[in-house]
C-alpha cells in the first residue's frame, strides 16, 4: 500500500523559512514524477512545485525563486524548500506522486497524481 506522508509545517514569521519533507511507503519514486500543492480555507488547491521523472522541475510563478523542490532517491523523501515566506502562503501542503514514469507537461496538474499524503500545515503570521 502506498503512503505519503508530510512533515515539517510549523507556524513562522513572513519571511522565515521552512522545509517540508514528504516520505514515501510501499513505493520507490525515485523515477516518477512528484509534486507539491497546497490549499487554503476556502480556494481550490493549487500547484506549487513539480519534479518528473527526468528531474526537471517547475514551480508557480508565485513562488519562483523562493522555493526549491527536491528529491533524495536513497531516502526515499520529496522536500520543499521555503524561503521568503509570506502570508498569503498560509495553507495545509500537500505531497503527490504519479503511479508511473512521465516527463515534462503540467506537473502542477492536480489530476496528474495519483497518490496523495494528508498533508502538514503551514501557517504565516505578518
Known amino acids: 500500500q502506498v503512503q505519503l506522508v508530510e512533515s515539517g509545517g510549523d507556524s513562522v514569521q513572513a519571511g522565515g523559512s521552512l522545509r517540508l519533507s514528504c516520505a514515501a511507503s510501499?513505493?520507490?519514486?525515485?523515477?516518477?514524477?512528484m509534486g507539491w500543492f497546497r490549499q487554503a480555507p476556502g480556494k481550490e488547491r493549487e500547484g506549487v512545485a513539480g519534479?518528473?521523472?527526468?528531474?526537471?522541475?517547475s514551480y508557480a510563478d508565485s513562488v519562483k525563486g523562493r522555493f526549491t523542490i527536491a528529491k533524495d532517491s536513497a531516502k526515499n523523501t520529496l522536500s520543499l524548500k521555503m524561503n521568503s515566506l509570506k502570508p498569503e502562503e498560509t495553507a495545509m501542503y500537500y505531497c503527490a506522486a504519479e503511479n508511473g514514469p512521465s516527463y515534462g507537461g503540467n506537473m502542477l496538474s492536480p489530476g496528474r497524481y495519483d497518490y496523495w499524503g494528508q498533508g502538514t500545515q503551514v501557517t504565516v503570521s505578518s
Open positions: 510501499g513505493y520507490t519514486y525515485s523515477s516518477y514524477s
Open positions: 519534479v518528473d521523472s527526468a528531474g526537471s522541475t
